[in-house]
């Protein structure tokens, strides 16, 4: 899959929740490997700030980023949006300290996305493929965040409340897909006993019952709602039982947890790719989700390529009788065994590596050691499989090398090991030169690394 960015801006206008001005945001195409991006257009050279969980700077009643003292808060609706349409690049301009509420869901941000569609980019999507489970724990709140190994990417959502309005609530997307349908409608809210302290922290200027779900759980004396409706500049009203106040029903009985969710997907767009993962959060916030993004974000920057994902129970590709049809070599210097994933750019094969290979009888005998280069020459030979593939009579066409450049070799491959190899094309093929770019895995390490240019030669 590649990179998406959106086929042409939009915008949206409204009053900021916690500022009350009346705010424009911009959403702009990006060059692909830019990732989400908010520019602060009304300030001096205009700052970017980059939209990662590094750059969080409060948890607040939302997710603020900032940099060198300048923000961009309540951003989680608008990343949750790109993030469930399958953007990867996209810069925000505004013209103020937050993104402007709306109707408090992401779905006008939906369905401006899909008004002006989406543009492939060239670059390969670079999801990050979960593969042990991952468990974060708040102790002082109790949340907790997990995420396990899945093929694809979805979210459960656990929220529980010391209300008798709002209990214990669950919701779960599956799919991405089906976000705009059972996600992106559900509205943020608030629980009256805490408007008064909202408020004294100078926050929710811009709230009110149309952006936000209200809740009555605990009785307040009229003097008090009175004062409440006062300093948000709200008609009175009279609260005679407990309840949601709002003049329009939940969308959902569970619109707060799906609410709860979008928010949650919105944070995790900070790691800055897309994931492959099953998430459940017990108890999320923004808070406890931005500590878990970090936590993921470190091992995303450890990791400079992620080994393929092999499982030995599937049927391969192609298989070794299918690799002699494309490739000349025979034994003993065939070192490609199965193919397991191949598209147009990039492919992966395996080489079982036994004892029985011919060269390890001088390569140590005592200590037996598979020469680097035969590492490099598997490479090139899953490189040859991936080119002439797609050639209407491979077998009378052989690849040879060119040019070797920034070969490294960080870990001995002895008997026993199986190796992963990981080739991509670094440019077209033009005048029947391909430039590739190959990594040899065995487990989750690289045990090799090259640059490489292949000439595609037709045989005599």
């Excluded at 190994?149 to 209990?167: A, K, N, R, T, W």
């Excluded at 459940?280 to 936590?295: C, D, E, I, M, Q």
């Amino acid at each position: 899959m590649n990179q998406q960015t959106i086929n042409e801006s939009f915008s949206v206008k409204g009053k900021g929740l916690h500022s009350g001005i009346e705010i424009t945001a911009v959403f702009n195409p990006a060059d692909e490997n830019t990732g989400y991006r908010f520019r602060r257009v009304d300030l001096p050279e205009q700052p970017v700030i980059e939209a990662i969980a590094e750059n969080v700077v409060d948890t607040t009643r939302g997710t603020v980023i900032g940099r060198k003292g300048v923000v961009v808060s309540t951003i989680e609706h608008a990343m949750a949006a790109l993030y469930a349409a399958g953007i990867d690049n996209c810069l925000i301009d505004v013209d103020g300290p937050e993104l402007p509420i709306l109707d408090g869901s992401a779905i006008i941000y939906v369905e401006n996305i899909e008004r002006v569609g989406l543009k492939e980019q060239k670059a390969d999507k670079d999801f990050y493929i979960i593969k042990e489970k991952l468990k974060f724990r708040d102790e002082e709140t109790g949340s907790t965040i997990t995420i396990y190994p899945d093929d694809g990417f979805s979210v459960e959502c656990m929220v529980e409340y010391d209300s008798p309005v709002l209990p214990n609530q669950f919701a779960v997307l599956d799919d991405l897909a089906e976000f705009k349908q059972e996600i992106s409608n559900a509205r943020t809210f608030v629980f009256v006993r805490e408007i008064e302290q909202l408020v004294a922290n100078n926050l929710i200027k811009g709230g009110d019952l149309d952006n936000a779900i209200v809740i009555y759980d605990r009785e307040i004396p009229q003097n008090h709602i009175d004062h409440i409706c006062e300093v948000m500049k709200v008609p009175r009203v009279e609260l005679h039982s407990l309840g949601y106040i709002n003049p329009k029903p939940l969308k959902w009985d569970n619109e707060p947890a799906r609410h709860k969710l979008m928010d949650l997907i919105g944070d995790l767009a900070l790691i800055g790719r897309p994931l492959k993962g099953r998430v459940v959060a017990v108890r999320p916030g923004h808070s406890v989700n931005n500590k878990f993004t970090r936590l993921v974000r470190k091992d995303v920057k450890h990791t400079e390529i992620q080994a393929p994902v092999y499982n030995p129970n599937l049927a391969p590709l192609i298989d070794v009788n299918g690799i002699r049809h494309l490739l000349p070599h025979r034994y003993p210097f065939l070192l490609v065994d199965k193919v397991i994933e191949m598209d147009q750019k990039h492919i992966v094969c395996v080489k079982n590596v036994t004892v029985n290979e011919p060269f390890f009888q001088g390569h140590f005998p005592e200590e037996p050691v598979m020469p680097g280069v035969l590492q490099v020459e598997a490479m090139a030979q899953a490189a040859g499989v991936l080119v002439l593939n797609y050639l209407e009579e491979p077998e009378k066409y052989s690849t040879y090398f060119l040019k070797i450049d920034n070969v490294k070799f960080r870990q001995k491959v002895v008997p026993g090991n199986t190796l992963l190899l990981n080739v991509s094309l670094m440019t077209e093929i033009r005048r029947g030169c391909a430039i590739v770019k190959g990594y040899a895995f065995v487990g989750e390490k690289i045990v090799c690394e090259a640059e490489f240019m292949a000439q595609i030669i037709k045989n005599k």
